[in-house]
């Protein structure tokens, strides 16, 4: 999680837009040489490090406490199959392509991280994909030391970068000095890593720690999901690193990297394997990264990318939407019936993306909470997921599913019910049905509000809603907008009602201050007696889309947010679910509990498919591709040879909604 | 007609009607037109006449009318597909008419109890099928028809009101004002107009009424449409200003207003003439283009773009959506153009020039 920026919005599949520049460019990986005398990103380093002696300590091995418990993940399972080859490899394909390989600052966000940075790179621990504990990385060993909030760290003397340079503790100093420099263009990095890390010790070259500022239960995930900045490669660092690193491709801790020539400007990436990569026999990390190379081409268009699949162009695509699973490549298909093509339904258990109506309390009408009452009953969501979705999906019930005991054990979304919302838009006010049908107050005005999204695809949804809500008198005037447009209308604050998603990560608890703490929604909130600030003005680029400012929510949220006791969170976190609820500034839409692929017979996946945890079937990396059966399969094809067709449902994770 | 009709004039028409495949061409188009305008009467899902307990409603043109009226227990618009069916089953002499398509543009009505797209139907009155959200599409075409037709209408007033008052202006003014003027214009007709209309559109307020939006887009529209039409009247302005009897008219003592509106502007009309069909061709194209790209009328307004864009995407599974909005495009613009073409042909100067 530290590696993603917490504000990326799930966009799916974002629209490609007509500036479709393709062609091969030079190479720009050179750039202009740096002005002799410059200092260099070590020693720019050296000199932060010796201002900033409170963050960065040097010790000695005999400073590291000898009654720590360390642990180092060994009771857990493996995670690669035994049954996995090597070899062969993968064709993918993008929506864009990349606009920059630097992995922090502007436009670096985008879905190509995944492929460099997110799914491949070795942190120092991970979370393992079954069981919730850590496993090792670049870390053999941990260790908590509770009273003094500091995480203790072994590094692995084997882990080397892509470039064949060991990665030492100087990396992870470098990664603080990095990703507090303002040279990267990254305020939220800044922030992150000057406000949730007080200290970063060095024992010797593999032994460190990191200091907390708060003891709280997820302490170890802030500590191990590091992955360091290789200091080496960031000796050009300087005021221009934007452009300068813009198409360099980091050295990374995992086992794929890019090689200058493969990256095809406009084009293609290609990513190879690295067949001495440090980790390729550690247990947690063998019979994974098995394709010896990944080819990613640029397809703009998610018709074209499905066309791309079903010649046999792909080797996997994404048939979570029901167009895709029952129509477009239906059971009866030829190339299913015949075998080719395997479909597969997974079902997994994370933290969901928040998918909902967001309500702008601060606009006119939207405060008025018989009015979002009346949108929570106006929002046909069950015919949604009943028609549209065909019952694939469940009814989200609040925007903190999935977090386990963390989640409210018994609220539920509001169903669509036109006489409880008639009753709330009456008890506002809307009591008589204009010509239209449409409600309207005494002054003649209409309840109609705009619901902006940018998730292009989901465009019939919207279309749905809005014809229901008309039966309650509701007007929704749908903005259909590109994917960052939209987002960035709703980070400046200028929506009525958003329709949209913040992803979620796995991680042990929900956040609530990002959205729902008054510090988010405005200026001065509150007045020291926690009465409303009469002069408060809106606070643009946060994720607080509800502009919600409740003194007493507030109060909790600082309580849980300066917890450490387990219990006492869960407790805060139901109470903050209800007060959200009963605020009613969001209509919660559906979770998807499971994803569906479809492959190619070649694509072969461990028994039981994938892990409990796993977001999508590629993340983890422990699929591989046989080329003997691709051989095999595109004869067949040709010959008109069959197998036996299959069809696959993994529900060993599924969980009762 | 904003001129009187000369001799000439007259004879252009003549010649028009002459040329039969134009002809038809305009008689069709004007025919679609105008059955446009009454549309509500032929596809909607609101009856053209309800007999309920002894009174006849025409709920077409009116207000909606709560379930409540006639008896069902929701206070939202009748569904009156069931009312029919509700009166048929009850036998108690209410009755029900329907218009030929009981389906309104907007409403997802499925065949299945899944919103998908089906194929066409006669049974249950969806004649071309439904789209990716079950919405009848012979309903939508219609209505994305007329949209298009009419949008493209103000788009040809606004254009030739515009391209004519400037391009005259420059013509017969001249001197520096043409000159800035012409420079004006090709700074402004090197902005990209696709680029422009997706910028602007992206920034405007949603919170507008739908027909807002549509004036918006039509206005930026003309904006960025308007430059083309001032060249062609700027040089055919300049043709006639040098001309004598524009000369005689002014040794009269005629006043400038008269001399454009009475003696340069009718012997421009060929010109204006000639552009109109492509004029409207191009509108139609655009409007389609944007709704393709997502970036023309807001949903869920019946479209052609929008429909053409469903078809590519499910080209496979539901051939039948880009066939029909395909086959609307090709014959709507067909006849636009056929008229064009008669249109250039009747009015073209060089058919009654004999020389001897």
Known sequence: ?657 | MLFKLNPQTTKKLRRFREIKRGYYSFVILMTIIVVSLFGELLINNRALVVSYEGELYFPTYTDFRPGTDFGFDYSYETNYRDLKRRFEEEGQGNWVLLPLVPYSPNENHSVTGIYKADPPTAELQHYLGTDTTSRDILARLFYGTRIALFFSLGFLGAVYAIGISVGSAMGYIGGWFDLLFQRIIEIWSNIPFLYMVIIIFSVIPAAYAISTRIVILLVVMVLFSWTSMTYYMRTETYKQKARDYVAAARIIGASNTRIIFHHVLPNTLATMVTFMPFTIVSAITAVTALDFLGFGLPPPTPSLGELLKQGTENLRTAPWIVISAFTTLVVLLTLVTFIGEAVRESFDPKKFTVYK
Request: aromatic content about 14%; hydrophobic content about 35%; overall charge negative.
């Open chain 1, 1 to 657: 999680m530290i590696n993603k920026v917490f504000a990326k919005l799930v966009l799916m599949g974002l629209m490609g837009l007509l500036a479709a520049c393709g062609g091969e460019t030079e190479s720009t990986t050179t750039s202009a040489p740096v002005p002799e005398g410059t200092p260099s990103g070590s020693e720019q380093a050296q000199q932060f490090y010796a201002a900033n002696p409170e963050f960065f300590s040097f010790k000695t091995p005999a400073d590291v406490p000898t009654d720590l418990v360390w642990e180092n993940g060994s009771h857990l399972p493996e995670i690669g199959s035994p049954n996995a080859k090597k070899g062969g490899v993968q064709y993918e394909a993008m929506q864009d392509y990349p606009r920059t390989l630097r992995l922090v600052g502007p436009d670096s966000n985008g879905a190509f991280r995944n492929w460099i940075l997110d799914n491949v790179a070795v942190k120092l621990a991970h979370r393992h994909p079954d069981n919730f504990d850590f496993y090792p990385g670049l870390a053999t060993e941990w260790a908590l030391s509770e009273e003094t909030r500091t995480v203790y760290m072994k590094l692995d003397p084997d882990a080397r970068w892509s470039d064949g340079e060991p990665v030492t503790a100087d990396d992870y100093f470098f990664m603080f000095f990095f990703n507090r420099s303002e040279h990267i263009v990254a305020p939220w990095y800044n922030n992150w890593y000057s406000t949730q890390y007080t200290n970063i010790s060095k024992y010797d070259d593999y032994t460190i720690s990191l200091t907390m500022p708060e003891m709280d239960p997820d302490i170890l995930y802030n500590a191990l999901e590091h992955t360091p900045s290789p200091e080496h490669f960031y000796a050009e660092f300087g005021p221009d690193y934007v452009e300068r690193y813009q198409w360099r491709f980091v050295p990374t801790t995992g086992a794929y990297y890019v090689k200058d020539e493969d990256i095809v400007k406009g084009r293609s990436v290609t990513l190879t394997r690295d067949t001495n990569w440090w980790a390729k026999d550690k247990k947690f990390w063998k019979n994974r990264y098995n394709a010896d190379q990944i080819y990613i081409s640029v397809v703009r268009d998610s018709a074209k990318m499905f066309e791309a699949f079903k010649i046999g162009d792909l080797d996997m695509f994404g048939l979570s939407l029901a167009e895709y699973w029952y129509d477009k490549l239906p059971d009866s298909d030829p190339d299913v019936q015949n075998g080719y093509i395997h479909k597969s339904v997974f079902y997994n258990q994370r933290p969901r993306p928040t998918w909902g109506l967001w309500m702008n309390t601060s606009r006119a009408l939207l405060e008025n909470q018989d009015i979002r009452l009346g949108i929570n009953y106006a929002s046909n969501w069950d015919l949604v997921i009943e028609r549209y979705f065909r019952g694939d999906f469940q009814r989200m019930r609040t925007p903190h599913d999935g977090f386990v005991e963390f989640s409210h054990p018994t609220l539920r979304a509001r169903p669509f019910d036109i006489g409880k919302a008639q009753e709330h838009f009456a008890a506002a006010g809307f009591t008589q049905r204009g010509p239209d049908g449409i409600l309207m107050n005494a002054e003649g005005q209409k309840l109609s509000f705009t619901l902006t999204s940018g998730a292009e695809p989901l465009a019939p949804v919207l279309t749905i809603l809005k014809e229901e809500a008309l039966k309650a008198g509701l007007d929704l005037r749908i903005e259909m907008l590109d994917g960052s447009a939209a987002f960035k209308k709703v980070q400046e604050k200028q929506h009525d009602i958003y329709f949209g998603a913040f992803g979620a990560f796995l991680e042990m608890y929900p956040r609530f201050w990002e959205t729902y703490h008054s510090d988010n929604a405005y200026d001065d909130a509150f007045l020291e007696d926690g009465s409303v600030n009469p002069d408060r003005q809106i606070k643009v680029q946060t994720n607080n889309l509800e502009s919600m400012a409740i003194y007493e929510l507030d109060q909790l949220i600082e309580q849980y947010d300066a917890s450490s006791d387990k219990q006492e969170m869960i407790e805060l976190g139901h109470r903050m679910m209800e007060m959200h609820h009963d605020y009613a500034s969001f209509v919660p839409a559906y979770v998807q509990s499971f994803y569906r692929v479809g492959h190619w017979r070649w694509v072969k996946f461990p028994e039981g498919f994938n892990h409990k945890h796993s977001d999508t079937s590629g993340e983890l990396f422990v699929h591989w591709i046989d080329t003997e059966l691709k051989e095999e399969t595109l004869a067949a094809r040709r010959s008109g040879q069959t197998f036996e067709p299959q069809i696959n449902v993994y529900d060993q994770f599924a969980e009762e909604l």
